[in-house]
C-alpha cells in the first residue's frame, strides 16, 4: 500500500484528536434505513480501527430523522465505560432524558449561528435557540455528562450568505460559557476558504477562545474542506471532525460531497507527521465495507485510491 | 450561485496564473476517441472563460497516443498569434518538427525525476532523457519558441517509493539550464502532502530558482491537491497547472482521480482574493459540456456544486 513521504512541519502541532462523525453526521440523510446491526459493526470497525471518538447517533425525534429511530437500541449495545466515548446528538430536554436513560456519557447540542437556519433545523429562532439548549447543558452537565457545541452555518448560509464573524464568535462563547467543553465550528455547506478560517480562529483568540477549546467541522461541499483543515492546523487547532468515507452530505444541496473523509485528512497528517493514532488501511476497508452496505462508492480520494486499481 | 466569502490574506501573491491543462492531460489518457470539432470548442470555451495559456495538444507519435492523433489539425484550427498562448506537448524533435510546422509559439517537454518513469514513459533513462531533450529545446527556443519543462514523478515513483528533494531539484536545473523559460513540479501520482511541498520550494530557491520560474502540478489521488496547491500559494508560487472539471487520470492508476479541478482551485483564489481572471460559472458550464461529450459527471466538487442539487 502506498503511503505519503513523511515531512514533518515543526511548526505544526505534534497531535491531533480526529472525531469521527460518520455514524450520525454521515449516515443521518441516507434515505434507506441502515439495519441497526450495520451501524453497530460500523461504529465498532471504527473504534478499532482507532478513531479516539466516535459520534454513534443522534436522539432526535424519529419524525425528523427516521435514519436515527434505533438510536436508544444502539447505544444499548456500545462499550460506553471502555475507552472510546460514544457522544450521541440531543436536540432538546427529551432528547437530552433519553440519552441519560440510555447511560451515555457524551452528548452534542447543534446550535446555528444564522437566524434562517435556526428557524429551518431548529424550528426556533437563533435568540431562542440558546434559551433551549441552556437547561440542555446544564443538567447533562450536572449529570456528570460531558457536552459539546455544534455551531452550524459559521461561513456561510444558503439564504443568508455570508455569516460575519463576530456573530460566529458571540454565538459560540454563548455555548462554551453555558458549559460545553468544546465548540465545533462548523462550515455546513462548505463554502468556507484558508484565509476564512484563519480569521475566524483569529477573532476567537482575541476574544479569549483559544484553540484548546475549538474543533473544525469542514464539509467538502466545493472541495476546500482539506485545504481548509491545513489552514486550521496551522492556526494551532487539534480537534478535527471527519467521516469515514466521506460520507454524509447536507439536506439543503442534494448534490454536495459530504464531510471532510478522515481517510483524505489522515493521508495529510501522516504526510505532515502529526499523530493520530488511526490506522488507515483498516479504516478505509471499514469505509469500503460500509460503502457496499449503501450501495455506493465513498467519495474518498483515498478510499478509492488504496482499494481499487 | 453561490460565491465565497472574500477574505483577503495580505502575505499572499496578489495574482496567479492558471495554466490550463485539461485539453491536453485531461483528454490524453481517454479510450473513446473524441472528436476534434469536440476539441477545438473545448480549447476554445476555456479561452472564453478567461485561462490565460491553453496547453492544446501532444505532437506525440499517433502510436503511443491515438487520441491526439488529430494534434496538427487542432492546431492548425486555433489563434496561435492572439493573446492566448496554445502549448503543445513535444516529446522528441520529431515532435517538435511537426510542431513548428503547424506554427506553435508554444512547446512544453515532459521529463521524468526517476529512473523507473524515464524508462516506462520515456522509452530512456533518467540520465539520456536530457541529451534527448536538449536538442528539442535549443532548437525551440532558436525557433523564437517559448519552452516549458515539466517534471514528472517529483513526490513519489509508483516503483520507487518517495523521491529525494536534491534528484528533484537537480533535475529541474537542468531543464531550466538548457532554456525552458519555466518548470512545472508535478506530483504525478498525487501522494505529496503540503510540507513536502514546502521542502521541495524550499530546496529549489536555495538552489537558486525562484517561485518566478516555478509552476506546480497536482493530481487529486489521495484529495491532497488543493492543499498542495494552498502550502505552494504560501511559498509565493503564482503558476498552477489544473484541468477544467478535474479531468484526467494518472495511467499507472486506474481508479485515480485526476488532476487539480480548475474551479476548485478558481474557488480558493476567490476566497483568499487572489486574482485569476477565469469566469467561473462559463468555466463550470465548459466543464459540465465536456462531462457530457465524455459521457460521465465531472469529479470536481465545484462543478456539481454549481451545477446540480
Redesign the interface.
Known amino acids: 500500500m502506498?503511503l505519503?513521504?513523511v515531512?514533518?512541519?515543526p511548526t505544526?502541532p505534534e497531535r491531533v484528536t480526529i472525531y469521527e462523525v460518520g455514524a450520525r453526521d454521515g449516515l443521518q440523510n441516507e434515505s434507506a434505513l441502515v439495519p441497526l446491526e450495520t451501524k453497530l459493526e460500523f461504529v465498532q470497525r471504527l473504534t478499532a480501527a482507532g478513531l479516539p471518538i466516535v459520534e454513534a447517533t443522534s436522539f432526535v425525534h424519529p419524525k425528523w430523522v427516521p435514519q436515527l429511530a434505533d438510536a436508544a437500541d444502539l447505544v444499548s449495545r456500545l462499550d460506553l465505560r471502555g475507552a472510546t466515548p460514544y457522544p450521541v446528538l440531543v436536540p432538546n430536554e427529551r432528547g437530552l432524558d433519553r440519552a441519560l436513560e440510555a447511560g451515555v456519557t457524551h452528548v452534542a447540542v447543534f446550535a446555528s449561528a444564522t437566524e434562517t437556519f435556526a428557524a429551518k433545523n431548529l424550528n426556533s429562532t437563533y435568540e431562542t435557540q440558546f434559551a433551549m439548549f441552556e437547561p440542555v447543558v446544564r443538567r447533562a452537565v450536572d449529570a456528570g455528562v460531558q457536552v459539546r457545541a455544534y455551531l452550524s452555518m459559521c461561513?456561510?448560509d444558503?439564504w443568508e450568505?455570508?455569516v460575519a464573524v463576530d456573530r460566529v464568535v458571540t454565538a459560540g462563547k454563548r455555548l462554551l460559557e453555558m458549559g460545553a467543553y468544546e465548540l465545533s465550528l462548523g462550515d455546513t455547506?462548505?463554502?468556507?476558504?484558508?484565509?476564512?478560517v484563519?480569521?475566524l480562529l483569529d477573532a476567537y483568540a482575541e476574544a479569549g477562545v483559544g484553540t484548546d477549546r475549538l474543533a473544525m467541522h469542514f464539509h467538502?461541499?466545493?472541495?476546500?474542506a482539506?485545504?481548509n483543515?491545513?489552514?486550521a492546523l496551522r492556526r494551532g487547532v487539534t480537534t478535527f471532525d471527519a467521516s469515514a468515507g466521506g460520507l454524509g452530505g447536507c439536506p439543503y444541496?442534494?448534490?454536495?460531497?459530504g464531510n471532510l473523509?478522515t481517510?483524505?485528512l489522515v493521508?495529510?497528517l501522516?504526510?505532515?507527521?502529526v499523530a493520530h493514532g488511526v490506522d488507515l488501511p483498516a479504516l478505509a476497508e471499514t469505509s469500503v465495507w460500509m460503502a457496499q452496505q449503501l450501495g455506493r462508492p465513498s467519495p474518498?480520494?483515498?478510499v478509492?485510491?488504496l482499494?481499487?486499481?
Chains 1, 2 share one sequence.
Request: glycine fraction near 14%.
Open positions: 502506498s505519503p513521504a515531512h514533518r512541519d505544526l461561513f456561510g444558503p450568505g455570508e455547506i462548505g463554502v468556507g476558504t484558508a484565509h476564512h484563519e480569521v467538502d461541499t466545493y472541495g476546500q482539506l485545504a483543515a491545513y489552514a444541496a442534494k448534490s454536495a460531497t473523509a481517510e483524505d493521508w495529510m501522516d504526510g505532515l507527521g474518498s480520494a483515498v478509492r485510491a482499494t481499487t486499481g
